[in-house]
């Protein structure tokens, strides 16, 4: 590793004045800004609606549960870039979508690329891939409750609401947040796939970069810094979250 180290650091190709040139370059903080929001927003909307997911595959109408297992079969069999490809072309498919209210005028039609442009694309795949995900690890957090603290509820007379959102929620965190941690940090490099739908994330505006002055190493070591940066700093935060989540859990 320290020759590793010693050899990068001496090694001219990696041209490391160049790197901290275009470290605080406007146009790879832009990317950055880009990558840190549409990361919490694709957590945010595959954790909310992966619990509904979650709660389908765990519900005892076989209807139901049969659904959210296909979803959940389908997003996993089949990789984030060909359903960010997928999405990206739904155009091809579906040249135009009506918005409306069915029997209610007047409707609007529109061409589906406006509609679902690239921004849009990879918010939709990214989104749709990462519910299946979150809705596999959540529901591994539902079954660890012990099945006697829902009995024990109803017995109580509590309706099967009030368990699920007082008592197997609360108690299933402990076991997300470990999950939820990862699934974030996934996300943020996950981000980096939508480069092939040029959307400007990090990675794009180094490439940007890079096919204007062909310093192809130096950018991808730009990119990977920050990319570093803010994995620790969620590390970081994913450490506090479990001991916090721990030491609650202990003390009842």
Do not use: C
């Amino acid at each position: 590793m320290l020759w590793f180290v010693r050899a990068s650091a001496a090694n001219p190709a990696f041209d490391w004045p160049l790197v901290g040139q275009y470290l605080f370059n406007p146009r790879i903080l832009q990317g950055l800004w880009t990558t840190l929001w549409l990361t919490l927003l694709v957590t945010l909307l595959s954790v909310v609606l992966g619990l509904g997911i979650a709660v389908m595959r765990l519900s005892e109408n076989p209807v139901l549960s049969s659904l959210a297992w296909g979803y959940i079969w389908l997003f996993r069999a089949t990789p984030m870039l060909v359903q960010l490809l997928f999405w990206f072309n739904i155009g091809y498919l579906v040249p135009t979508l009506t918005l409306g209210w069915p029997g209610l005028t007047p409707s609007v039609t529109l061409p589906t690329n406006e509609l679902i442009n690239a921004l849009g694309a990879a918010i939709l795949g990214l989104t749709l891939h990462g519910m299946a995900y979150a809705a596999e690890f959540i529901r591994g957090g539902l079954l660890g409750v012990p099945q006697g603290q829902r009995e024990a509820a109803t017995m109580l007379g509590l309706r099967r609401r009030q368990i699920f959102l007082k008592i197997t929620l609360p108690q299933s965190l402990r076991s997300i947040i470990p999950a939820l941690g990862n699934f974030l940090i996934d996300n943020l490099k996950g981000t980096s796939m939508i480069s092939v739908v040029a959307v400007t994330e990090l990675l794009y505006s180094a490439q940007l970069i890079y096919n204007s002055n062909y310093k192809v190493i130096p950018l991808l070591l730009v990119a990977t810094f920050w990319y570093v940066v803010v994995t620790s700093l969620l590390s970081v935060l994913q450490s506090w979250s479990e001991r916090y989540y721990g030491r609650s859990y202990h003390r009842r």
